[in-house]
């Protein structure tokens, strides 16, 4: 059973253009969402999290939307650049000691 | 800076020899340290958790005597394929929590490409 849902499965947008991905999920003792950025050949490096008690994190140009009784968030990406173009995994935590990871979204970013 | 080291990035063996991963928390302890395998295109699958000083947790599925983990020290596990088949070819990662709070992130390593011949 997929403990978080991720879609689009794959996004292209034109440069500025404004991604959006969005995760779902059931467990509602889950208690630490983080984002995770991931480029061909490398381990995925954190990009943003939110923790439940926020509706919103914004850090540079990657914000994440958090809604909590619809026990979904996602990640917005502002004036998205070629550079951004990779693999977007969400996952969800519980207590800090397992992670359930969604499928990835493969974005690319049009010059 | 990296806060997980794993090596080797890339390792190429013939069928039926073992292979061993290093995966490494550089500057801070880590307790426990997590094994995740990823198919092209694909999301990772957690395949154990590795504990320092005691067995490691498989997921189910996991073939506990091909994937061997030891975890000997408080900041290096080792994974280690045995008898590698060719379906064994993918991306392992490991990856390990910097603190033990609840919303501590993990942090991953750069991952080991292995190709079985």
């Known amino acids: 059973q997929q403990q978080v849902k991720q879609s689009p499965q794959s996004l292209i947008v034109q440069k500025g253009g404004i991604p959006i991905i969005n995760c779902a999920y059931e467990n509602t003792a889950f208690d630490y969402f983080p984002w995770y950025q991931q480029f061909p050949g490398k381990g995925p490096a954190l990009l943003i999290a939110i923790r439940p008690d926020v509706s919103e994190k914004k850090e540079g140009r990657f914000t994440i939307s958090f809604n909590k009784s619809a026990k979904q968030f996602s990640l917005h990406i502002m004036d998205s650049q070629p550079g951004d173009s990779a693999t977007y995994f969400c996952a969800a935590s519980l207590t800090g000691n397992q992670f359930y990871f969604g499928t990835g979204t493969s974005l690319t970013v049009i010059p | 800076g990296a806060v997980v080291s794993q090596h080797p990035s890339r390792v190429i063996c013939k069928s039926g020899t073992s292979v061993k991963i290093e995966c490494r928390s550089l500057d801070f302890q880590a307790t426990t340290m997590f094994w995740y395998r990823q198919f092209p295109k694909q999301s990772l699958m957690l395949m154990a958790t590795s504990n320092e000083g005691s067995k490691a947790t498989y997921e189910q599925g996991v073939e506990k005597d091909k994937f061997l983990i030891n975890h000997a020290s408080l900041t290096l596990s080792t994974l280690t394929v045995t008898s590698a088949h060719p379906e064994d070819s993918s991306f392992y990662i490991c990856?390990?929590?910097?603190?033990?709070?609840?919303?501590?992130?993990?942090?991953f390593g750069n991952g080991t490409r292995l190709t079985v011949t």
């Open positions: 990856s390990a929590n910097l603190g033990q709070s609840y919303n501590s992130p993990l942090h």
